[in-house]
């Protein structure tokens, strides 16, 4: 089933794939230069107005000297493509522009295609895994851990997965990775293999980019042979939330390399996914992002998510006692879920703030229903861990926040810092919060806490110097107001440790 992007902007007998930056007819993709297609998707993106040539430079080649004959020769190819040699679809206004003057639609997904984060959705096809144990019986072991991972990897909403029946053409030929990711017109190829290494068995797993072969991503995971069928789920489900995680890296770091003129809603979410979160002004910079993604298209459900995750923040960090960024987090959260019920990560989102407000209740519904949807994205795990620490079970949010780490094998999210430092357990609090690529005003607070609780003082405040100089007003009572506490003992705690730093109530 071919599956339509909501980025795919539609006139005559052609479409704009905005996904795969195509012009298309029908089926066939029609050659069109980098340059003369940005130009082309600007002036259907502007259709019904004169477009300067001024304007299209500035859009286009944006800090680069053109002359006009640039934006001539793509005008050229562009009808060339079009075949608009009478010029009708874009005309010339003589030392005014040009204008595109044939009506343009927005072809959205039909209701068989997912709506959610990332729009436009990362295709990958999958292989069948290679049997290396010289055992003809383990091949279908092998066939079947391939059928498991297209069966995971499906779960996830903003990936197109090849299903096995068509990936598993190239069976028995020994396909280069590279060269089948191209064939099927998909951007990431997962490429793997079975081996017996004594009495365990070996599962190994690459992850290539098709257009340049690169290798993103390789790890192998051994196990107990003796016992394969019961460790399989515990593979496929490891591997596959590591791989989810590779490929949002390698989606995100591919949207940096677009100039920002060619961005589209999906390239500013991907944008705002690769700013670091725990820095205000990479957040900043992030809301804006995701506020630009619902401006180009407003049922966009995963910036609103994102935008509603990122007020949260910020109310977190705000010392007046507003409640305003929450309050519109939760607009922002409930939008986001009614525009993609069928996404786990508006759903997290939900539970997030749902458990900033301390509506427990329907904060754990939410991250059941997030379960429910994929029960292999490690924020949902995470998210789990963290209702449980603020509700007064850190022993059991840790399971959590482990399986997180089962899942993704390079997840660091979640509040475990917090479920270490409730369950008394500060050295580990200590560790957890300190494994971060940056240090937040709320991981400086629980470092400060946990230091100052283990009687190292000097320790304990230099990081209380560091929360100040993240917030000047910082104000002990309004910080521990703002973490969802269900039990008085545990913001007590807290509190003692914050005090106990030199804090300022």
Same mark, same amino acid.
């Given at each position: 089933?071919? @599956?339509?992007?909501?980025?795919?902007?539609?006139?005559?007998?052609?479409?704009?794939?905005?996904?795969? %930056?195509?012009?298309?007819?029908?089926?066939?993709?029609?050659?069109?230069?980098?340059?003369?297609?940005?130009?082309?998707?600007?002036?259907?993106?502007?259709?019904?107005?004169?477009?300067?040539?001024?304007?299209?430079?500035?859009?286009?080649?944006?800090?680069?000297?053109?002359?006009?004959?640039?934006?001539? /020769? %793509?005008?050229?190819?562009?009808?060339?493509?079009?075949?608009?040699?009478?010029?009708?679809?874009?005309?010339?206004?003589? #030392?005014?522009?040009?204008?595109?003057?044939?009506?343009?639609?927005?072809?959205?997904?039909?209701?068989?295609?997912?709506?959610?984060?990332?729009?436009?959705?990362?295709?990958?096809?999958?292989?069948?895994?290679?049997?290396?144990?010289?055992?003809?019986?383990?091949?279908?072991?092998?066939?079947?851990?391939?059928?498991? @991972?297209?069966?995971?990897?499906?779960?996830?909403? !903003?990936?197109?997965?090849?299903?096995?029946?068509?990936?598993?053409?190239?069976?028995?030929?020994?396909?280069?990775?590279?060269?089948? $990711?191209?064939?099927? !017109?998909?951007?990431y190829v997962v490429d793997g293999s079975v081996r017996r290494l004594g009495d365990r068995i070996r599962i190994a797993v690459q992850l290539l980019e098709a257009a340049s072969g690169g290798h993103l991503w390789a790890e192998h995971f051994d196990r107990d042979q003796r016992d394969i069928s019961a460790v399989q789920d515990d593979v496929v489900r490891s591997l596959v939330g590591t791989l989810v995680g590779r490929l949002e890296a390698a989606g995100a770091e591919r949207a940096t390399r677009k100039p920002p003129v060619s961005l589209i809603a999906y390239d500013y979410v991907l944008r705002g996914n690769a700013l670091p979160v725990g820095d205000v002004v990479a957040e900043a910079e992030a809301r804006r992002m995701y506020e630009k993604a619902i401006e180009l298209d407003a049922s966009y459900g995963f910036p609103h998510?994102?935008?509603?995750?990122?007020?949260?923040?910020?109310?977190? #960090?705000?010392?007046?006692?507003?409640?305003?960024?929450?309050? #519109? =987090?939760?607009?922002?959260?409930?939008?986001?879920?009614?525009?993609?019920?069928?996404?786990?990560? %508006?759903?997290?989102?939900?539970?997030?703030?749902?458990?900033?407000?301390?509506?427990? !209740?329907?904060?754990?519904?939410?991250?059941?229903?997030?379960?429910?949807?994929?029960?292999?994205?490690?924020?949902?795990?995470?998210?789990?861990?963290?209702?449980?620490?603020?509700?007064?079970?850190?022993?059991?949010?840790?399971?959590?926040?482990? /399986? =997180?780490?089962?899942?993704?094998?390079?997840?660091?999210? $979640?509040?475990?810092?917090?479920?270490?430092?409730?369950?008394? /357990?500060?050295?580990?609090?200590?560790?957890?919060?300190?494994?971060?690529?940056?240090?937040?005003?709320?991981?400086?607070?629980?470092? =400060?806490?946990?230091?100052?609780?283990?009687?190292?003082?000097?320790?304990?405040?230099?990081?209380?110097?560091?929360?100040?100089?993240?917030?000047?007003?910082?104000?002990?009572?309004?910080?521990?107001?703002?973490?969802?506490?269900?039990?008085?003992?545990?913001? !007590?705690?807290?509190?003692? $440790?914050?005090?106990?730093?030199?804090?300022?109530?």
């Amino acid at each position: 089933m071919q @599956i339509i992007s909501r980025g795919m902007l539609c006139f005559n007998e052609f479409a704009l794939d905005l996904q795969r %930056c195509a012009l298309v007819r029908g089926d066939d993709r029609i050659q069109l230069r980098p340059k003369a297609f940005d130009v082309l998707r600007y002036l259907v993106e502007h259709s019904g107005r004169v477009v300067s040539k001024d304007e299209l430079i500035q859009a286009v080649w944006r800090g680069v000297f053109v002359t006009d004959d640039s934006v001539v /020769q %793509c005008v050229c190819d562009i009808r060339k493509a079009l075949r608009d040699d009478a010029q009708r679809t874009v005309k010339t206004l003589p #030392r005014r522009g040009y204008i595109f003057a044939t009506q343009v639609t927005r072809k959205h997904a039909d209701e068989h295609a997912p709506t959610s984060g990332l729009r436009s959705r990362l295709q990958i096809a999958v292989l069948p895994f290679s049997n290396l144990t010289g055992d003809p019986s383990q091949d279908c072991f092998a066939e079947g851990i391939t059928e498991d @991972i297209v069966t995971e990897l499906s779960r996830f909403h !903003d990936l197109r997965v090849r299903t096995c029946n068509v990936s598993f053409q190239a069976r028995g030929k020994a396909p280069d990775a590279r060269r089948a $990711g191209l064939d099927l !017109d998909f951007e990431y190829v997962v490429d793997g293999s079975v081996r017996r290494l004594g009495d365990r068995i070996r599962i190994a797993v690459q992850l290539l980019e098709a257009a340049s072969g690169g290798h993103l991503w390789a790890e192998h995971f051994d196990r107990d042979q003796r016992d394969i069928s019961a460790v399989q789920d515990d593979v496929v489900r490891s591997l596959v939330g590591t791989l989810v995680g590779r490929l949002e890296a390698a989606g995100a770091e591919r949207a940096t390399r677009k100039p920002p003129v060619s961005l589209i809603a999906y390239d500013y979410v991907l944008r705002g996914n690769a700013l670091p979160v725990g820095d205000v002004v990479a957040e900043a910079e992030a809301r804006r992002m995701y506020e630009k993604a619902i401006e180009l298209d407003a049922s966009y459900g995963f910036p609103h998510a994102m935008l509603a995750f990122l007020l949260s923040l910020a109310w977190s #960090r705000d010392m007046t006692g507003s409640d305003a960024a929450l309050d #519109r =987090a939760l607009e922002l959260a409930r939008e986001a879920v009614r525009l993609e019920y069928a996404s786990s990560d %508006c759903a997290i989102v939900l539970a997030w703030v749902h458990l900033n407000r301390r509506t427990f !209740d329907l904060a754990e519904q939410c991250y059941r229903r997030a379960l429910e949807l994929n029960p292999n994205n490690p924020f949902t795990l995470s998210g789990m861990g963290d209702l449980l620490g603020y509700v007064g079970r850190p022993d059991e949010a840790i399971e959590w926040y482990r /399986q =997180a780490r089962l899942v993704d094998l390079h997840f660091r999210g $979640g509040c475990l810092g917090a479920a270490h430092f409730n369950a008394r /357990q500060y050295d580990e609090a200590i560790a957890a919060a300190s494994n971060s690529p940056t240090l937040s005003l709320w991981r400086a607070a629980y470092l =400060a806490a946990s230091y100052a609780l283990t009687s190292r003082i000097e320790r304990a405040r230099e990081c209380a110097v560091e929360v100040l100089r993240r917030a000047p007003d910082f104000s002990t009572s309004r910080f521990i107001s703002k973490e969802p506490y269900r039990r008085a003992a545990d913001r !007590d705690h807290l509190h003692d $440790g914050l005090r106990q730093a030199g804090l300022p109530e």
